[in-house]
C-alpha cells in the first residue's frame, strides 16, 4: 500500500506559477512510474503529466505540453506549472504505477486525496 500526499495547490491569477508536490508516507515514491491527473466539476479526471522512475521518460497532455514540468527527487515528484489559464483550474491528484508511462487512470494503483488549483481570470 503507498499512501500519496499531494501539496502546493492553492488561488493563483491567470498568468501566474504553482508548483505542486506528491510524497508518499510510508514509503518512496522513488521506484514508481508517477502520474499527475486533475478532475474539473463535471469532467473527467484526465491525464496531466507523468515521469518514470527514473526520470528517463516523461509525458504531457497536449493542453499543458510547454507550461507544465513534471520532475522529482528521491523523495517527491513535482508539477510546475506556469502561464497557469482559468482552464486548469481542477483538483489535482498524483497516482503511481509499476510500470512504464501511461496515460490512463486505470492504469494507476494508488492515488492521493488531491490537491485544489484555481486559476482565476
Known amino acids: 500500500q503507498v499512501q500519496l500526499v499531494e501539496s502546493g495547490g492553492g488561488l493563483v491569477q491567470a498568468g501566474g506559477s504553482l508548483r505542486l508536490s506528491c510524497a508518499a508516507s510510508?514509503?518512496?515514491?522513488?521506484?514508481?512510474?508517477v502520474g499527475w491527473f486533475r478532475q474539473a466539476p463535471g469532467k473527467e479526471r484526465e491525464f496531466v503529466a507523468a515521469?518514470?522512475?527514473?526520470?528517463?521518460y516523461t509525458d504531457y497532455a497536449n493542453p499543458v505540453a510547454g507550461r507544465f514540468t513534471i520532475s522529482r527527487d528521491d523523495a517527491k515528484v513535482y508539477l510546475q506549472m506556469n502561464s497557469l489559464k482559468s482552464e486548469d483550474t481542477a483538483i489535482y491528484y498524483c497516482a503511481v504505477r509499476g510500470g512504464g508511462l501511461r496515460n490512463e487512470f486505470r492504469s494507476y494503483a494508488y492515488w492521493g486525496q488531491g490537491t485544489q488549483v484555481t486559476v482565476s481570470s
Open positions: 515521469i518514470t522512475w527514473d526520470s528517463v
Open positions: 510510508g514509503r518512496t515514491v522513488s521506484s514508481y512510474t
